[in-house]
């Protein structure tokens, strides 16, 4: 059903002639979407875009302002957040700047109170680590985020699902209530409202199959109905009726009144509905409006102004962080296992001394630090996936733009990533015996940290094209399987084939230079022993000829620059992330387009059939 606040019905009602009465596109009205099919698909052009044209009367643009928001079918909420905080965050975002934090607070709690969850501000709402708040509850709570800016244009997808009778009355009551106040308009769709919710809609629009079996108004719609031979009986909910009669999925009989009482199915019901709506005065005053409203022209508004930029990355890395805190899948769990694999790395290669055959063992630990402990950023990708659904709902309403979500879920979990890059290696790194300078240490600590940032940029843009968590980490883990078998540890680079593995594989992982950095850093100022002892030779072997000779790496250039390759190689991720996102934001609209296009030409083209028909007909009648 399409729901808009109500306005005063017209009171002569008792003719089917009365039914082009009421306009189903007006301002400050409340319409519903009723079909028997759980998917409805609404579009509405004239809202999309930067900018929106008025087809109202004149209007001065300082004193209006267009919003609109959408609730969808799914309740997508940040879990570990309370019922308050999630409301505070969402006034930050969603509220003007030149409001106050003390002001945008009054406006969270009054619209909680609107939604009855008071008694709840402070419980979390809860995922899948803990029970939290109910999914009626749930659902009040995405009415709430989006009801903040009290929106001209209001589009609900079941709002009352999983609401009880009293709480579904309330909640639309409470929409419809402020839509009145501040001339906005709800569209919703609904199944089987109450009837007091039902009382509550000035339109309704009843959809079979994607086929238009009603649009009018609500108090004329039992009147449609009963003229077609199909009167509501009496103590029995409108809503309950109409469905009843155009469900097709079980295939009932019927009674049809009339002249005489008839039996028939539910697809000769609907085709009766169809072609009565379609013949109607009322459906013919629809289209003439429809095909005016089209074609005017009004003046362009711009759309109400949100938070700045930077509130918007405050508020983000704010809220992300939080989360990230209170949500042990993110960093914690992976914090204790890091610690688990470093005492275990500790233990197996405890002091590896200098003997020749620790040049291998050290390569070994090295690699292992610097690929396995890195591959384990797969473990965050269920998270990732939940923060990217977060994001595309909100992105949908227009909270924020894709630069500050970026810019935040970076700077919020730097600092994580730089905990659990250092507290684990610290033990893995002296256990080992590895060079003790504090200098080779900070370098060893920052080399991690970077490849960590660098496998987290990773795993977004996968989870911004793969959103299911099982194949994203599939994926995840293939990319990085396929980067880490040519890094050149487990085939030296020479030995790598030219074809594909070294050119452009082994050049474009970032394990090629955490390897490089990782071994120029611990080799390079030890000597060891030769390999041939045994004629009683002392001949040794620097460090750097182990790196250049054993390893077969560059040692033209400094372990810094392989540093600050990895570093430039964080940024670069992030930014693909960014464009990830914003490409798929380009997709949809031009799918969008391309539709309307197509709708157009399909009109034109029908049109221009019709007009050749009627050319026909009136050369056949002359000749």
Excluded at 577 to 597: D, H, S
Aim: charged share 20%; net charge neutral; with cysteine.
């Amino acid at each position: 059903m399409n729901l808009t606040s109500p306005r005063t019905q017209n009171s002569d009602t008792s003719k089917s002639e009365n039914y082009s009465s009421d306009c189903p596109y007006v301002r400050d009205s409340t319409t519903a979407v009723h079909s028997n099919h759980s998917q409805i698909a609404l579009d509405f052009p004239l809202i999309y875009g930067p900018e929106i044209s008025t087809i109202h009367e004149p209007i001065r643009t300082h004193t209006y302002k267009w919003s609109k928001a959408y609730v969808t079918q799914d309740d997508v909420l940040m879990t570990t957040l309370t019922v308050r905080e999630a409301m505070y965050y969402s006034a930050e975002l969603l509220l003007s700047d030149s409001l106050s934090r003390k002001d945008k607070r009054e406006r969270a709690e009054s619209a909680i109170m609107e939604m009855g969850l008071q008694d709840i501000m402070d419980t979390r709402i809860g995922g899948r680590n803990n029970k939290g708040i109910s999914g009626g509850q749930r659902r009040r709570v995405s009415i709430c985020t989006e009801i903040l800016i009290c929106p001209k244009l209001l589009l609900l997808d079941e709002p009352t699902s999983g609401l009880d009778s009293a709480a579904s009355y309330h909640v639309m009551n409470s929409i419809v209530e402020q839509a009145r106040s501040h001339g906005g308009t709800v569209i919703a769709t609904i199944h089987q409202p109450s009837p007091e919710v039902f009382e509550l809609f000035d339109n309704l629009c009843i959809l079979s199959y994607g086929s238009s079996v009603y649009f009018g108004s609500t108090a004329l719609a039992s009147e449609f109905f009963a003229v077609n031979g199909f009167p509501c009986p009496q103590m029995r909910n409108p809503s309950d009726h109409f469905l009843r009669i155009i469900n097709k999925d079980f295939d009932m009989d019927i009674e049809r009144s009339g002249s005489h009482v008839s039996t028939i199915n539910a697809t000769e019901a609907i085709d009766i509905l169809k072609n009565s709506y379609k013949s109607s005065s009322f459906c013919q005053e629809m289209l003439r409006q429809v095909a005016e409203i089209s074609s005017m022209k009004g003046q362009m508004v711009k759309k109400e102004a949100k938070a700045e930029f930077t509130t918007q990355c405050w508020v983000l890395t704010r809220r992300s962080f939080v989360n990230m805190y209170r949500d042990p899948g993110y960093y914690w769990l992976r914090l204790i296992i890091y610690i688990a694999l470093c005492a275990s790395i500790g233990t197996i290669f405890f002091n590896i001394g200098n003997d020749y055959g620790s040049i291998q063992a050290r390569g070994a630990m090295l690699m292992y630090i610097g690929g396995y402990l890195t591959f384990m950023a797969i473990g965050g990708f269920p998270s990732f996936v939940e923060d990217m659904k977060i994001f595309r709902r909100e992105r949908l309403n227009g909270h924020y733009d894709v630069a500050s979500f970026v810019i935040s879920n970076s700077l919020s979990s730097a600092l994580f990533l730089l905990v659990i890059s250092l507290l684990p290696t610290i033990i893995a790194y002296f256990l080992v015996g590895l060079q003790k300078h504090i200098q080779n240490y900070i370098f060893f600590a920052l080399m991690l940290y970077s490849s960590m940032l660098v496998v987290e940029g990773l795993m977004m843009i996968v989870a911004s094209i793969v959103p299911d968590f099982l194949m994203g980490i599939i994926t995840g883990a293939g990319i990085q399987g396929g980067m880490m078998l040519a890094c050149g540890f487990f085939r030296l680079p020479n030995d790598l084939p030219k074809p594909f593995w070294k050119y452009p594989v082994h050049y474009i992982g970032f394990h090629k230079y955490v390897n490089q950095g990782l071994y120029k850093n611990e080799f390079i100022g030890l000597t060891f022993p030769s390999n041939n002892n045994g004629g009683g030779d002392s001949t040794t072997i620097s460090g750097k000829e182990v790196v250049r000779d054993y390893w077969q790496i560059q040692v033209g250039y400094s372990k810094w620059v392989d540093l600050s390759i990895v570093f430039g190689m964080v940024f670069l991720y992030r930014f693909l992330f960014w464009v990830t996102v914003k490409l798929g934001e380009v997709k949809p609209a031009k799918q969008r387009n391309l539709m309307n296009v197509k709708q157009r030409n399909d009109q034109v083209m029908s049109s221009n059939l019709k007009s050749e028909s009627t050319d026909w007909e009136v050369f056949s009648r002359n000749t």
